[in-house]
């Protein structure tokens, strides 16, 4: 469609039988359409933006909700959506504070991206960007909390029941005193999808628990991140002595291949997929 073909949203109402303020909402919501925008800022739709809200249409007459019907619409759209896109989505409505249009825009990244994918293109590298703009001040603490919140609630939905299988066991912790665990729930997803059981202890877990967890489990491995140096060297002992009882390997942040040394651990790769890859592949 040529620009001067394209359509006002007041056309295209018409045309599809949606109000203005409906379209504007699966917009903001699914992602649904992508219309350009003038110099004055009125929204110009393509015919690709006529055709799925069309096709969300049929979606809700046959019985869909209208979260599944965008789902539906989207992944029959040429092209996909880009991983630029969707990152710039996930910020939007993150920093909006707009819980259901996040969702929304984690929906189409699972769906239409492959798990490995989804996570290193725009899962890991967006939680980066947000720690760097909330290191500015770009960003308020309580975006920070909301943003980290509404992912982590999603990367742990996305692990229910990775505990079940026959893979090898990796346990997963945080360190005493270290609160963020968002890579290291990304990097747990990573190695379920290669095959792995994961035991999740979570954040701020001291080592007596770990090495008893250990020695209930059995894990082929353990691995324990962290954003800060300080966190390692506090339980230092703690770890050394984790060590003798299973592979244990380190990361985040606050890892480093001398501190890796000292305690007896490996060091992950800076490229989560890449640590999957190397750890798994030392596990056959």
């Given at each position: 469609m040529a620009d001067s073909a394209r359509l006002r949203i007041g056309e295209l109402s018409k045309r599809v039988g949606v109000s203005p303020e409906l379209l504007r909402a699966w917009e903001t919501r699914y992602g649904l359409v992508d219309p350009e925008r003038t110099p004055g800022g009125l929204r110009l739709y393509s015919e690709e933006d006529?055709?799925?809200?069309?096709?969300?249409?049929r979606q809700i007459a046959a019985g869909l909700s209208a979260a599944e019907a965008a789902r539906v619409a989207l992944r029959a759209s040429a092209p996909p959506l880009s991983v630029e896109r969707l990152l710039s989505d996930l910020d939007r409505t993150l920093t909006a504070l707009d819980e259901p249009a996040a969702q929304a825009t984690l929906d189409r990244t699972f769906d239409l991206l492959e798990l490995e994918t989804a996570l290193a293109q725009v899962v890991l590298p967006f939680l980066h960007d947000l720690g760097e703009r909330w290191a500015t001040t770009e960003r308020?603490?309580?975006?920070?909390?909301?943003?980290?919140?509404?992912?982590?609630?999603?990367?742990?939905?996305?692990?229910?029941?990775?505990g079940d299988g026959d893979g090898p066991r990796a346990l997963l912790a945080c360190p005493p005193g270290e609160q963020h665990e968002l890579g290291l729930l990304c990097f747990g997803l990573l190695l379920r999808n290669r095959g792995w059981t994961i035991a999740y202890l979570g954040a701020e877990t001291p080592t007596s628990d770990i090495a008893t967890a250990i020695a209930e489990l059995s894990p082929e491995l353990v691995v324990l991140g962290a954003m800060g140096a300080q966190r390692f060297l506090d339980?230092?002992?703690?770890?050394?002595?984790?060590?003798?009882?299973?592979?244990?390997?380190?990361?985040?942040?606050?890892?480093?291949?001398?501190?890796?040394?000292s305690l007896g651990a490996e060091l992950l790769a800076d490229n989560l997929v890449a640590a999957a890859r190397t750890v798994s592949a030392g596990a056959s």
């Open positions: 006529e055709r799925r809200v069309r096709e969300m249409r308020s603490v309580g975006q920070e909390h909301f943003a980290s919140n509404v992912i982590g609630g999603r990367l742990r939905a996305l692990g229910r029941g990775w339980a230092a002992d703690g770890l050394r002595a984790l060590s003798e009882q299973a592979r244990l390997a380190i990361g985040g942040a606050g890892a480093s291949k001398a501190l890796a040394r």
